[in-house]
Nanobody, 131 residues
Framework: EVQLVESGGGLVQAGGSLRLSCAASGFIFDDYTIGWFRQVPGKEREGVSCVTSTEGSTYYADSVKGRFQSSSDNAKNTVYLELIDVKPEDTAVYLC????????????????????????WGLGTQVTVSS
């Protein structure tokens, strides 16, 4: 069974930090690009960071560049997203997703932020930033 399970969300004050985890199972982790996306009701889904760890390729959205840091532990099939110096506008449900790396670059996967057949998605973890 394929699973992507996000964890680490919660309530944090503006300027604080948080680390999200995305634990993957049921598919060959090294064959996939893993992306972090965020969703706010009434707004389009935004691709925050997408990484193909086996190729050392990472994309960050301009809105988070310099504040968010993605890392991978391939031995644990887990991707992390470190949120640093968070702002109230970072409040969202954060979801991770996986797409076969041969299909898209990390940048394209993030920028389109759309589900395609064959993708795997988690259920998300809520991040709330208080001002």
């Amino acid at each position: 069974e394929v699973q992507l399970v996000e964890s680490g969300g919660g309530l944090v004050q503006a300027g604080g930090s948080l680390r999200l985890s995305c634990a993957a199972s049921g598919f060959i982790f090294d064959d996939y690009t893993i992306g972090w996306f965020r969703q706010v009701p009434g707004k389009e889904r935004e691709g925050v960071s997408c990484v193909t760890s086996t190729e050392g390729s990472t994309y960050y959205a301009d809105s988070v560049k310099g504040r968010f840091q993605s890392s991978s532990d391939n031995a644990k099939n887990t991707v992390y997203l470190e949120l640093i110096d968070v702002k109230p506008e970072d409040t969202a449900v954060y979801l991770c997703a996986a797409r076969r790396k041969v299909l898209d670059t990390p940048q394209y996967f993030c920028q389109r932020a759309r589900m395609q057949p064959g993708d795997y998605w988690g259920l998300g973890t809520q991040v709330t930033v208080s001002s």
